[in-house]
């Protein structure tokens, strides 16, 4: 049995102001990964969750999803997706029972059914039954379940997969998107990645009994105590951290019989636009303009020697645009006259999800003192609660305020 493996699209995603549907990043790698799949001939692809940026996706993004998964019905390929923090999970799925008949899988929300969606494909070994769990949090589980001693998110997956009637002597994948670690030991974040560290976390061995366990929400790609419990990362760099991760590309998973060993290959797919961060003093910089113009690419440049003039940030930009590359921040290191002052050019802050900016202000505000746990915990969760629960134009109701007031009580913060 070979599928392929992908997660966090984030179709719809703008960075630095740039968006990545307009400019044709996004439809360019759909095309070149559906030229993949024609070339590989999977027999399942599944995507981990955040297709979308946000719950409320702009109509190009809605279109684009709707291409991708068109294509690969039409090529009989059974697609199988779970919605991630980022997606609304009633949206993603609304369509669900319609598009079944193509052979294209949703999660459903599990207010609405705490039986997860499934789907069984067979090889010469027998049967793989795919599981799809979206994105859950601990106040979610303990109310679908009535159970009111669910108070973290280990034990809100493990009580949600303990009430799915598994065989798990057979062959069983699990598609899900949660903060997974081995022993509490997360790996380096990207600065386009939604959650403060530490908060959320669940132990690969929630996951024991399943053959492969196709992970989404950490950007890079990498397995969690066991291979086969692996992040697929995202398909391109969405932010200038995430250069520093391995190659991205979705996986190809062959899954052999019962205990025997999985084969994963990292499929290239190149990017449009190729995401580069260049250091170095003005001179230095220019030199390398003159000598190998940037084609393609987007740039952060980083001056080491100077301030940024008028003058050097023109010929920079305009450097970049004469060779189809954008200049998406412009930062300065000097500090001659300001003491460790950093100058920049940044849009960063567009890109920054509300928890992240309220640690930033919170630091600044505080003489560089950071918030503790407990504080950058709520504000996780308001975050996800946002981001999974209401309409952009709702008002937060009673129900979301007594989650928010459950998962304070849940982790013993004293408030007066």
Known sequence: MKFLHLADLHLGKSIYGTSLIDNGDQKVWVDRFLNKTLELKPDAVVIAGDVYDRGLPPGRAAQLLSFLVTSLADMDIPVL????????????SCLGPLLQARKVYISGPL????????????????PVTFWLL?????????????????????????R???AQNVDFTQRNVLIAHQNVTAGGQEAERGGSESMVGGVGQVDYTVFDGFDYVALGHIHSSYHVGREGVRYAGTPMAYHFNETKQPDKGPLLVTLPEKGGDLLIERQDIEPLHRMREIRGTYEEIREAVLSHPWENEYLKVILTDQRITPLISDFIHESAKANGSIVMELTSEFSAFTGDAVFSTTKDMHEKPVEQLFADFYKERNNGVEADE???????????????????????????????????????????
């Open 160 to 162: 949600i997969l303990a």
């Open 81 to 92: 997706i779970t919605a991630g923090n980022h997606d609304s999970v009633y949206h993603l």
């Open 374 to 416: 407990r504080d950058l915990g709520l504000m996780a969760f308001v975050g996800e609660l946002t981001r999974n629960g209401a309409e952009a134009q709702d008002v937060p109701d009673e129900k979301d305020f007594r989650k928010i007031l459950d998962f304070v009580l849940g982790q013993g913060v004293d408030r007066k």
């Open 111 to 126: 207010e609405q059914s705490t039986e997860l969606v499934r789907y069984t494909l067979e090889d010469e070994y027998g």
């Open 134 to 158: 979206p994105y859950v949090y601990p106040a979610m589980i303990a109310q679908v379940l009535e159970d009111e001693e669910i108070r973290d998110y280990d034990t809100a997956v493990s």
